[in-house]
Structures are given as structure tokens and as C-alpha cells.
């Protein structure tokens, strides 16, 4: 008998579980293979009961039930197991098979497997897969890069299996060679974190300086949801705030303030320290999430450590209407960042990334999902060249509106004493963005003083550098310019 399988996908943890079924509903026969055998044999017996999953034993068993080219899917953690599985499949494929990375791996060990790979002859595609057990199951954004002579094999099945937004357009195109899906994938998770970090301060703002409690401010997401922030994090967020404990009390109210992370934030905020790219929101959101993980040292600065009363006297729906403006300006902000990042590194890496694209793919299916995705959409669709989002006539119009609510949260946040790094540092970037002149000339003669490392004039052409003598008994030798 000919072999029937269309895509064999190992690990059947709930995504990939998930991913078969929604392939099977799709018209695709899945080979199935976890590394605790027993685990197929369970699968097959109930959730893929009926189904036309084929349950597979053995990687050799798995190899030979695909049709050719063979198409071989990893669904397990990031690092060494993807490797421990290419490793044991490598002997079994031949030139031309395609592997498929989709776990959150990260993209410099995706440029690695690109290249190992397709020195054997095998093709290696790295995808970001976002949107949950639910989205796996009923249509997730895929993002997938690597190698690109692999795509009109896999494509049929990713684009089948996506989620789909206006006119039926899938959540998932081809990103770019080598790591360019994964790296696609982390900084949708760094925005993810920033979004999570806004919803946070938004919460902190109405519970404490409000004294909102969760019912009502259940009724605000409602609200806001029906809106620009309509989205899925908000839609998440309005839900868990009506959500009571088995004692009828709200469960949020429970839940421990530490927040747990693993790793993709950080990756996204290693990169742009690397790509020299101010991502600061990202980056306040991973920190946010290492001091809520303090949670002892908290407890006991609390006492120590006195500030102002957090409750804010006066109108409080003009107050909650001001928390909206900073959420969405800041949202603006952060998405602003996320795409100087990504086009950093299209240079850096050569990537030809497609931006418009890349807002429709995050459009369904994932956890950043939202209305606003289709405006970065439309603004990089009318300017494909867009410096910064900022810049784009509908964002520059939306930040007007924002303007005076959002200051005045920050300014009130910082009165009052509630930590809202990511509303203050969204705002301290779009303030450092909108100035001409920055006091980094002072900054550039310190160096000079105390280093002799040379400055720019503003009266000569860029690029002439200058070092002066400051107290007199310094030397005639500059040290040399070179930027990290
Ligand atoms: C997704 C998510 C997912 C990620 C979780 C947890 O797109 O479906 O980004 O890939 O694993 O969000 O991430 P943290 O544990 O780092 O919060």
C-alpha cells in the first residue's frame, strides 16, 4: 500500500494534539508520534478517536507511512529535544524532506538548522505558532521562515489550518530564509508582554487609585472592548474579572502578584539591545515581571518603604476615560517599537520582510490579535517604506487624542505613587522621539572630558569628529570612534 500520510507531527503535548485534529478537519491525514509511545496509542483512543490520525510507534515506523516529500513537524520544547529529534529522524529522511520546527525556538538555532539541514539536503522550516490550545485547535496565526524551496509543500496544510480574517485571508505567509518565522514569532511575544504589562497598569490604576472593584471594572473592559482596544488580551481580561472562586469571590483577587515567564520576552529585549533599537516598553514589561517575582522582598520594603496614599479624589469616569487614552497611546507606542526592531533586523539579517503582512498574520489566531492590527496593516500597505509607525497620518491623529489623558495618568500615577513603568516609559519615548535636541551633547563632552572619545559640531558636517583639551593638562590624542 502506498504510504498516506500527508505530515507527521511529534509531541503530543495539548498544542500538538490540537494542531492534528485541526489538520484532520482540514482533509490531511497526520502521522502522529510522541516520544512516550503509550501516549499515541491514548491519543488515537480518545481525542483522535474517528478521526483519520494514524498512530505511529517508532520514528522509522513514521517516516515510512508519509507520503514524499515527506513533510515531519516537532512539536516539542524548545532547544536540545528539537535537536534530539532531528538527530533521530536525519537517518530515516532523504533529500528533498522538509522538517518543521514549531515550537518558540529561537531564531539564531533556526539560522543554525536552516544551514546543518540543507547541507544533507533537507529542508528546514522554523514557524512560530501563536494562539493557544484554542487557536491550534481551531485556526492559529502561523508565522514560518527558513527554507523557502519548502514552502509550496507545507503551504496548502499552514494556510488551510489558519485562522482567517477579512475575505478569508489565512493568518500565515511565508516570513523570510533562515530564522526569520521564529524571530517574527518572539517579537509578537515581546508585544504580547508589552499589552499584558498596559492591561496590568490599567488594572492597578482603577483597583487602587479608584478603589474600582472587580465587577465594575469588568464592566470597563466590556466597554473597551467594543472599541479601538478591542482585542483578545482585553477580551481575556474583561472575562477573568467576572470569573468568581468557588466561595463567590472574584478569583483574580487570589492569585498570587508573581508573574512567571519563559524567555521569549527576553529574548526580544536582548535583541534590541543588540540591534541598538529602543524597545524600552518590551523591556519594562520583562522588568515588571522580575519585580512582581520579588514578592518577599516586597512584602517587607512595603513596610519600610513609605509613600503617598494611592487613592485619587474627583471624577472618576473622566479618570478611567484618561486610563483608556494611556493604554491606547501606549499600545501605539509599543507597536511602534516592536516594528524599528523588526526593521533592524530585515537590514541586519537581510530579510525581506513584508510589515503589511506581517500585521495581517497577527491579525487572527494569536494572542496579540486585535482591530488595531488592521490600521499597522493599512498604514504599511499606503507606505511599505514607513520610517515609524508614530509617523503614519491615523496613528499621529489617534496619539493627538491620547495626549492630555495620557500625561495626565502619568503624572497622576507618579503623585500617587502606582508603579506604571510601561504607560511612563511609552511616553518618555514618544517625548524623546518628537525632540529635536536631546541633552546628549552634554552627554558627548563628558565623554570627550573624561576620555578623550571625540565629538560631532552642530556648526560642522556630521561625521567630523572634534576633542578638546577641557582642563588644560589633558593630552592631544583622541581615542578612536567607533559605536558598539
Ligand atoms: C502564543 C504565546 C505562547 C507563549 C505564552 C507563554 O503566541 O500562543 O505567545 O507562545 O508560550 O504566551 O509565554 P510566557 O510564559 O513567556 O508568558
Known amino acids: 500500500m502506498q504510504p498516506q500520510g500527508d505530515i507527521a507531527l511529534i509531541g503530543l503535548a495539548v498544542m500538538g494534539q490540537n494542531l492534528i485534529l485541526n489538520m484532520n478537519d482540514h482533509g490531511f491525514t497526520v502521522v502522529a508520534y510522541n516520544r512516550t509511545v503509550s501516549k499515541v496509542d491514548d491519543f488515537l483512543a480518545n481525542e483522535a478517536k474517528g478521526t483519520r490520525v494514524v498512530g505511529a510507534h517508532s520514528i522509522p515506523e513514521l517516516?515510512?507511512?508519509?507520503?514524499?516529500?515527506?513533510?515531519?513537524?516537532?512539536?516539542?520544547?524548545?532547544?536540545?529535544?528539537?535537536?534530539?529529534?532531528?538527530?533521530?529522524l536525519l537517518p530515516h529522511l532523504e533529500a528533498g524532506d522538509i522538517v518543521i520546527d514549531g515550537g518558540n525556538s529561537l531564531f539564531t538555532d533556526t539560522n543554525r538548522r536552516v544551514a546543518s539541514l540543507a547541507a544533507r539536503g533537507i529542508h528546514f522550516i522554523g514557524t512560530g505558532v501563536s494562539g493557544g490550545e484554542e487557536g491550534a485547535r481551531r485556526g492559529p496565526s502561523i508565522m514560518p521562515g527558513g527554507s523557502s524551496a519548502a514552502w509550496p509543500h507545507v503551504k496548502p496544510i499552514?494556510?488551510?489550518?489558519?485562522?482567517?480574517?477579512?475575505?478569508?485571508?489565512?493568518?500565515?505567509?511565508?516570513?523570510?530564509?533562515?530564522?526569520?518565522?521564529?524571530?517574527?514569532?518572539?517579537?509578537?511575544?515581546?508585544?504580547?508582554?508589552?499589552?499584558?504589562?498596559?492591561?496590568?497598569?490599567?488594572?492597578?490604576?482603577?483597583?487602587?487609585?479608584?478603589?474600582m472593584t472587580a465587577d465594575e471594572m469588568h464592566a470597563v473592559f466590556s466597554a473597551w472592548n467594543e472599541g479601538e482596544l478591542d482585542s483578545f488580551?482585553?477580551?481575556?481580561?474583561?472575562?477573568?474579572?467576572?470569573?468568581?472562586?468557588?466561595?463567590?469571590?472574584?478569583?483574580?483577587?487570589?492569585?498570587?502578584?508573581?508573574?512567571?515567564?519563559?524567555?521569549?520576552?527576553?529574548?526580544?529585549?536582548?535583541?534590541?539591545?543588540?540591534?541598538?533599537?529602543?524597545?524600552?516598553?518590551?523591556?519594562?514589561?520583562?522588568?515588571?515581571?522580575?519585580?512582581?517575582?520579588?514578592?518577599?522582598?516586597?512584602?517587607?520594603?512595603?513596610?519600610?518603604?513609605?509613600?503617598?496614599?494611592?487613592?485619587?479624589?474627583?471624577?472618576?469616569?473622566?479618570?478611567?476615560?484618561?486610563?483608556?487614552?494611556?493604554?491606547?497611546?501606549?499600545?501605539?507606542?509599543?507597536?511602534?517599537?516592536?516594528?524599528?526592531?523588526?526593521?533592524?533586523?530585515?537590514?541586519?539579517?537581510?530579510?525581506?520582510?513584508?510589515y503589511g503582512g506581517i500585521a495581517l498574520m497577527w491579525r487572527g489566531g494569536c494572542i496579540i490579535r486585535s482591530r488595531f492590527l488592521i490600521r499597522i496593516k493599512e498604514a504599511y500597505d499606503?507606505?511599505?517604506?514607513?520610517?515609524?509607525?508614530?509617523?503614519?497620518?491615523?496613528?499621529r491623529g489617534e496619539i493627538k487624542k491620547c495626549q492630555k489623558g495620557w500625561r495626565n495618568v502619568v503624572s497622576m500615577a507618579a503623585k500617587k505613587g502606582i508603579p506604571v513603568p510601561a504607560f511612563s516609559t511609552a511616553l518618555s519615548f514618544f517625548d524623546g522621539y518628537r525632540t529635536a535636541r536631546l541633552p546628549a551633547n552634554l552627554l558627548q563632552a563628558q565623554r570627550?572630558?573624561?576620555?578623550?572619545?571625540?565629538?560631532?559640531?552642530?556648526?560642522?558636517?556630521?561625521?567630523q569628529f572634534f576633542h578638546t583639551n577641557w582642563t588644560g593638562h589633558g593630552g592631544r590624542v583622541s581615542s578612536s570612534t567607533y559605536n558598539a
Open 382 to 395: 499606503g507606505n511599505p517604506k514607513l520610517a515609524n509607525l508614530l509617523l503614519d497620518d491615523y496613528f
Open 158 to 211: 499552514f494556510q488551510g489550518i489558519a485562522a482567517k480574517v477579512e475575505g478569508g485571508a489565512p493568518c500565515c505567509d511565508w516570513v523570510g530564509e533562515g530564522g526569520a518565522g521564529h524571530y517574527v514569532k518572539m517579537i509578537h511575544n515581546g508585544i504580547e508582554y508589552g499589552d499584558m504589562q498596559l492591561i496590568g497598569e490599567a488594572y492597578h490604576l482603577m483597583r487602587d487609585a479608584l478603589g
Open 63 to 88: 517516516v515510512a507511512a508519509l507520503k514524499k516529500p515527506r513533510r515531519v513537524m516537532l512539536m516539542v520544547k524548545a532547544g536540545a529535544p528539537v535537536d534530539e529529534f532531528i538527530d533521530q
Open 448 to 463: 570627550d572630558y573624561f576620555g578623550a572619545h571625540t565629538y560631532e559640531r552642530i556648526d560642522q558636517p556630521r561625521g
Open 233 to 354: 488580551l482585553v477580551e481575556i481580561t474583561r472575562d477573568i474579572l467576572k470569573f468568581k472562586d468557588t466561595d463567590g469571590q472574584p478569583l483574580v483577587d487570589k492569585i498570587l502578584d508573581t508573574a512567571g515567564q519563559k524567555g521569549t520576552g527576553k529574548w526580544t529585549v536582548v535583541n534590541a539591545a543588540e540591534l541598538a533599537q529602543p524597545v524600552t516598553l518590551i523591556a519594562e514589561a520583562v522588568f515588571s515581571r522580575c519585580v512582581s517575582a520579588m514578592k518577599e522582598e516586597r512584602v517587607k520594603a512595603a513596610r519600610k518603604l513609605k509613600g503617598p496614599r494611592p487613592a485619587i479624589r474627583g471624577d472618576r469616569a473622566k479618570f478611567v476615560e484618561d486610563i483608556r487614552y494611556a493604554l491606547y497611546a501606549s499600545k501605539i507606542v509599543s507597536y511602534a517599537q516592536g516594528y524599528m526592531l523588526l526593521r533592524a533586523a530585515a537590514a541586519e539579517y537581510r530579510w525581506n520582510l513584508n
